[in-house]
């Protein structure tokens, strides 16, 4: 039971950002309100409006 | 002691005739008691075993309903409202008879568009308030709880049969042994119940996924309040890409879509081309993208019918694009996996239309799913 309390698997939720312009990419943690092809952020090398290309979950081993 | 000979104490020698009775008592009552009740103690054991599954599916069953009365608490549902959905999780579906099956596709969608109608004009009569992905959330929640009341419901009713039946210990076995690979879907259901609420989308998005960037910059349409579709050019063929309108949960009319547009500005397609999630097989990886042929679709089989029916009658071939991923991941939120491999299946895709379409030509490429937390 104790090990399998130590051994949990927690999934943690990203948004992945991307430039369409530039390719340029940047993950971060899921907002609420986030969903893919949303408008969200600016390009930091060239200021273009990025959108949400990918959102998952990746199970983080919580010891 | 003779090679050969019998010893009750398996070559003890006891030093009193008390001692020769008391070991003879300990080595041979449970013996014999296993030999009588050996089978009776097995179906106890099986039946706590079941037992406690039953209690998770319990609390699965019990926690998504307290989730959808909560989340319609949020919405600013209360009191009668929220009777009325508890009222509609227990809600049945009474699917045709079966026995002359000539008909029998139109006879069950017209069973589920009734209940997806009824379901809906409720859903809006109680959410007076909520806007159009908050009632979908909604419905979608209250589907869930459905399917884990029922699970449970059933599980139940089996448990208690096997705790009647003499020769239970054959039902319980088999109870037992379906019951962890049910457990973790009720599991996976429950976990989705958070998705929604998020629009956090899942492994079944994967079709969705993939085919939404071609329709990110290009012109819209409608074809009902639940599918969307676009048209591209792609090295001289004239592409029409169809998906379930997003990012609320929907799979959308696909089947009907398809229908119109090759009966319309589509007819005389070279290829209609699927995009879906499809089971994996155990020991396969998760976001393998595998082609082959024929419609890519799951659910209870009308879809899947109606495209084959149109695309035989027009003789377009009809391709599908799978991404691999486990019952599982279809029905939790998505995986890295399953999401990168969507850049896979788009080159996938468009190489087929290279092979497969003419320039001049035209093709259709659908994306199956639930579209949740994808729009386009």
Not at chain 2, 39 to 47: E, K, N
Not at chain 2, 200 to 225: E, F, I, N
Not at chain 2, 290 to 299: F, L, P, R, S, V
Request: hydrophobic share 40%; proline share 4%.
């Amino acid at each position: 039971m104790m090990s399998r309390q130590k051994n949990q698997q927690l999934p943690k939720y990203y948004s992945v950002e991307e430039c369409p312009k530039c390719g340029y990419k940047i993950k971060r943690d899921f907002k609420d309100g986030d969903y893919v092809l949303k408008i969200s952020g600016v390009c930091p090398r060239d200021n273009s409006p990025m959108f949400i290309s990918m959102i998952y979950s990746e199970v983080e081993q919580h010891k | 002691m003779s090679a050969g000979s019998f010893s009750p104490l398996f070559g003890f020698v006891p030093n009193s005739p008390t001692e020769y009775a008391l070991y003879m008592v300990i080595i041979w009552v449970p013996y014999v008691v296993l030999i009588i009740y050996g089978q009776r103690l097995q179906g106890y054991a099986i039946m706590a075993d079941v037992g406690r599954y039953l209690s998770r599916l319990k609390v699965d069953a019990e926690k998504s309903r307290g989730n959808l009365l909560s989340y319609l608490q949020k919405k600013g549902v209360a009191g009668d409202g929220q009777r009325t959905m508890e009222g509609m999780i227990e809600s049945v579906t009474i699917f045709p008879e079966n026995m002359d099956p000539v008909g029998i596709v139109k006879k069950m969608e017209l069973i589920i568009r009734t209940q997806e109608d009824h379901v809906k004009l409720r859903v809006r009569e109680i959410m007076k308030s909520a806007n159009d992905l908050e009632r979908t959330a909604a419905i979608n929640m209250l589907e869930i709880s459905s399917a884990l009341d029922m699970i449970y419901r059933v599980v139940r009713h089996y448990y208690l049969i096997t705790k009647k039946s003499p020769d239970g210990i054959y039902l319980a076995a088999q109870l037992q042994m379906i019951l962890p690979s049910l457990v973790k879907q009720a599991d996976a259901y429950l976990n989705a119940m958070d998705a929604l609420e998020k629009l956090l989308p899942l492994g079944d998005a994967a079709g969705p996924l993939t085919v939404s960037r071609w329709m990110k910059d290009s012109q819209k349409y409608d074809y009902d309040d639940e599918t969307v579709y676009s048209e591209m050019d792609y090295k001289g063929r004239r592409v029409a890409v169809i998906k379930a309108k997003g990012p609320g949960a929907s799979v959308g009319k696909v089947d009907d879509a398809l229908a119109n547009l090759l009966n319309g500005p589509y007819s005389g397609s070279s290829a209609v081309i699927m995009i879906d999630a499809a089971l994996k097989l155990e020991g396969e990886r998760s976001g393998d993208v595998a082609m082959g042929m024929g419609a890519a679709i799951g659910g209870i089989g009308t879809e899947k019918f109606k495209i084959e029916d149109v695309s035989t009658k027009l003789g377009i071939p009809v391709y599908a694009v799978i991404i691999k991923e486990s019952l599982l991941e279809a029905i939790s939120v998505m995986t890295r996996d399953i999401a990168e491999a969507a850049d896979q299946a788009r080159k996938t895709i468009l190489s087929l239309i290279e092979t497969q379409v003419p320039e001049g030509g035209k093709a259709i490429i659908i994306g199956v799913g639930n579209t949740l937390g994808v729009a386009q």
